[in-house]
């Protein structure tokens, strides 16, 4: 089976980083995700890990580590509008596209 | 270009009864993926079209089924309504058939049927 922690719910100021944590456990791991999701609305992608290490993109980075079943998101000069939910995501060989989520970590961004 | 559409976006139905929501994915796109939203028990796999073939299921019972036809539109269908089966229903799409990277999904607005 499958099994994706992540925290339930994080505040941080505006303008402030912000590090939310993801842990799994996974047979045959292929990649994770990260997902922003706005309150009613559809979930967007930030970023895909497969190998170790650290991708930056802008204001987000994704951090991957697979022998410790571990990944970050790190945000960046928080902005309000970064309140959402991130959705931390992974994939096992069986298909790239079969995404089991972890259940969210809702970010308030407070001003 | 388009983003992925799914009609419609609400829906009221009652226990027993059927319902088929309908995905279009991206231009290009022919890999069509379907999940369901809810707070208990977040976001879960459907299942997944690719060239109208089923690739992979995940663990729902057999009320829910899809399919996917040629032009890589996607239909889902639930028979029997329960209660339970009141969420979001998302689909989304990759594959695309140039040159960019396949793994990134693309999801709809999702629709919302409540089952009463």
């Known amino acids: 089976g499958q099994n994706i922690d992540q925290p339930t719910e994080m505040t941080a100021t505006e303008g402030a980083i912000v590090q939310i944590n993801c842990t799994y456990q996974t047979s045959g791991f292929n990649g994770l995700f990260w997902y922003q999701q706005h309150a009613g609305e559809a979930p967007t992608f930030l970023s895909y890990?497969?190998?170790?290490g650290l991708e930056e993109k802008g204001r987000f980075s994704s951090f991957l580590s697979r022998s410790k079943g571990y990944s970050y998101l790190l945000l960046k000069e928080l902005q309000m509008k970064d309140s959402a939910s991130y959705l931390c995501?992974?994939?096992?060989?069986?298909?790239?596209?079969?995404?089991?989520f972890g259940s969210g970590t809702q970010l308030t961004v407070l001003p | 270009k388009a983003g992925v559409t799914q009609t419609p976006r609400y829906l009221i139905k009652t226990r027993g009864q059927q319902v088929t929501l309908s995905c279009s994915p991206i231009s290009g796109h022919r890999s069509v993926s379907w999940y369901q939203q809810t707070p208990g028990q977040g976001l879960q796999f459907l299942f997944e079209?690719?060239?109208?073939?089923?690739?992979n299921k995940g663990n729902f019972p057999g009320r829910f089924s899809g399919r996917q036809f040629s032009n890589s539109r996607s239909e889902m269908n639930v028979s029997t309504l329960e209660l339970g089966d009141s969420a979001l229903y998302l689909c989304a799409s990759s594959s695309p058939s140039t040159g960019e990277s396949s793994y990134e999904q693309y999801f709809g607005p999702g629709t919302r049927l409540t089952v009463t």
């Open positions: 890990n497969v190998l170790d």
């Open positions: 079209y690719f060239s109208e073939t089923q690739r």
């Open positions: 995501a992974v994939t096992n060989s069986g298909s790239a596209r079969q995404l089991t």
